[in-house]
């Protein structure tokens, strides 16, 4: 009872404290403007324009005034699929999914941070238009985008992330990039982009499936071997991936024993999706952390595309992607996302919340640490 009068206490206070109530005949008098009256324009979570997290949104590509420490890049190709293509509508679906995030909102309990707080510029680049009628054109276009964002200065004066520049070859701090897929193959214009600035990458590569075959029934062609199951091992021929790379979450069906022998000579260790009950996050974590060490890390990361039973939930790659906070990554993408097959929205959800993580991964130094909240059990009133 007494928490009930607190209750309606609280409620009176707080509606004396936001005005009056509006008369139901209206008291426009012609005079107020909306800013007068109520005002900046504030998005509310279903209106404004698309951009990510209701962002600040330019056309990085064209204007060269634009100026970022962290881009949102989409990459609407969806033409390297064996399966199901639709995820040129991933970027939009991602942004659409990201519409209850936004800077002011952007703190969590599991990091105990908001990235759009701790000093890096983030701007939503828009989207590469990539052609949809010739794959080898729409994938110079993403590696031109790619490298041409790369090459930007840092929005920032002073640095926000150091050890960019111990890493980069021309000794300079650049941008760093999250991609909203698009197929997995947008990884390769990707990759290629990164190589010029940092050389050969590790890459941390969450996925059901290998993506290092080396081609496909009857594509005969160059440009046909370039799909979203066997980029990697195009990459990896154009000595774009460290051989300290390795895959989260496996669980697909394989040819044989000999498919996990090209992948070790592609570069790759693996995790299977099964690793976690016996191993548990941690050990993932410490797995991860051990394979890849202090080279340059692109983070790759596969929500939907072609489906596989048994994989992780959003909740236990959300625990790996924190434990991952200080490896020394270049870049990062969420991809195959293809809202035509989402039910609900729920893959765009969790796809715009993990790039909410990218970010914070981005600009912190290590991992959250298990702290004691006020209120958090275990507490004994609880
Ligand atoms: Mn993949």
């Excluded at 490298?147 to 980069?168: D, E, F, K, M, Y």
């Excluded at 996925?207 to 979203?228: E, F, K, N």
């Excluded at 202090?294 to 048994?310: M, W």
Aim: aromatic letters at 8%.
């Amino acid at each position: 009872m007494k928490r009930l009068v607190a209750f309606y206490v609280a409620v009176t206070l707080a509606a004396a404290a936001c005005g009056e109530q509006q008369p139901l005949h209206g008291s426009h008098d012609g005079t107020e403007t909306w800013l007068s009256k109520y005002g900046k324009q504030i998005d509310q979570p279903f209106s404004g324009p698309l951009a990510f997290s209701h962002a600040e949104y330019a056309r990085c590509l064209e204007d060269e005034t634009a100026a970022f420490d962290i881009a949102i890049l989409g990459m609407p190709f969806d033409t390297g699929t064996t399966y199901r293509p639709g995820a040129r509508f991933g970027p939009y679906a991602i942004r659409s999914g990201s519409r209850r995030q936004r800077a002011s909102r952007g703190y969590t309990l599991a990091w105990r941070s908001n990235p759009y707080a701790l000093g890096s510029k983030i701007l939503d680049c828009g989207d590469v238009p990539t052609i949809p009628f010739d794959n080898a054109l729409a994938v110079d276009q993403m590696e031109v985008a790619y490298a041409t964002l790369l090459a930007r200065p840092l929005a920032s004066s002073t640095s926000v992330w150091p050890r960019g520049a111990l890493l980069a070859k021309d000794g300079r701090e650049h941008p760093r990039i999250i991609s909203l897929g698009g197929d997995h193959t947008i990884v390769l214009p990707i990759l290629r982009a990164l190589n010029k600035v940092y050389g050969p990458v590790s890459v941390i590569h969450f996925d059901a499936h290998l993506d290092t075959w080396d081609g496909y029934p009857g594509a005969v062609t160059d440009q046909s071997r370039i799909t979203h199951g066997t980029f990697f091992y195009v990459a990896n021929e154009e000595g774009l991936i460290a051989n300290s790379s390795v895959h989260a979450g496996i669980r697909c069906k394989l040819d044989g024993m000999d498919d996990i022998k090209n992948d070790e000579s592609v570069g790759f260790h693996f995790i299977t999706s099964d690793d976690i009950d016996d191993h548990g996050v941690a050990s993932i974590v410490e797995r991860i952390r051990k394979r890849v060490g202090d080279t340059p890390v692109y983070l790759s990361g596969i929500v939907a595309g072609t489906p596989e039973a048994g994989g992780w939930t959003s909740r236990e790659v959300k625990r790996i992607i924190r434990g991952l906070a200080g490896l020394n990554f270049v870049g990062a993408d969420v991809v195959e996302v293809a809202p035509a097959y989402d039910h609900a929205e729920i893959t765009a959800t969790a796809a715009a919340d993990i790039v909410h993580d990218f970010l914070t991964l981005l600009v912190s130094s290590e991992p959250p640490k298990p702290a004691n909240l006020p209120g958090r059990w275990p507490r004994e009133e609880l």
